[in-house]
């Protein structure tokens, strides 16, 4: 039982590259969102998605996108990375849109030079 | 906007000894309440859900309560062990599942 799998566990990037960091959950969870993690400031959430087809904005989505074609994977996409960008990034999943336990994955950390 | 503020950021008690994490909040109109840990370099594993409607969650040696109109939550870790070393965190459950995270307490359970 996987859970949710996120690919990659690190990388490095040049300021103006662009990547996506590969989210996929193997439970059927209709819900999905990205989170960032940084030193003093908490866990801020980047985007989520309530189903296939259907993304909305959290509280910092500038500078990254993301799409849901199926229910299993939920990929973020930085356009045009910047050092700001620097971070550790989680994926998480659940069953219910409005309230419910957040399965997490191991996380991705990026650093942008 | 919502604030989730956890006192101390760090704690650090010998084995067997029951603690209380504390967890305040600013917005009483939460869906949930959740507590998560996290060990270094992972990701976060859900420890309680506290739903708006409930008081309290136990699991095991975990216990964690709600009062919403006083804008607090407190998880309570019966006889700790070594094992239970790791960083844990708060977070309030708004509208379509957003979670608003506190910055967590750091705990070290020493042997």
């Known amino acids: 039982n996987a859970g949710v799998t996120q690919t990659p566990k690190f990388q490095v990037l040049k300021t103006g590259q662009s990547m996506t960091l590969q989210c996929a959950q193997d439970?059927?969870?209709?819900?999905m969102s990205w989170y960032r993690q940084d030193p003093g400031m908490g866990l801020r959430l980047i985007h989520y998605?309530?189903?296939?087809?259907?993304?909305d904005q959290g509280e910092v989505p500038n500078g990254y996108n993301v799409s849901r074609s199926t229910t299993e994977d939920f990929p973020l996409r930085l356009l045009s990375a910047a050092p700001s960008q620097t971070s550790v990034y989680f994926c998480?999943?659940?069953?219910?849109?409005?309230?419910?336990?957040?399965?997490f994955g191991e996380g991705s950390r990026l650093t942008v030079l | 906007k919502q604030e989730v503020t956890q006192i101390p950021a760090a704690l650090s008690v010998p084995e067997g000894e029951n603690l209380v994490l504390n967890c305040s909040f600013t917005?009483?109109?939460?869906?949930?309440l959740q507590w998560f840990r996290q060990d270094p370099g992972k990701g976060l594993t859900s420890l309680l859900l506290?739903?708006?409607?409930?008081r309290e969650q136990t699991s095991g040696r975990l216990n964690a309560s709600l009062d919403k109109s006083s804008g607090r939550s407190t998880l309570y870790i019966a006889a700790s062990q070594p094992g239970d070393s790791a960083t844990y965190l708060c977070?309030?459950?708004?509208?379509?599942?957003?979670?608003?995270f506190g910055t967590g307490t750091l705990l070290a359970v020493q042997p």
């Open positions: 998480a999943s659940s069953y219910s849109a409005v309230s419910g336990e957040l399965f």
């Open positions: 439970m059927n969870h209709e819900y």
């Open positions: 998605s309530v189903g296939a087809g259907i993304t």
């Open positions: 917005d009483s109109a939460i869906y949930n």
């Open positions: 506290i739903q708006s409607s409930q």
């Open positions: 977070a309030c459950g708004g509208a379509t599942n957003k979670l608003i």
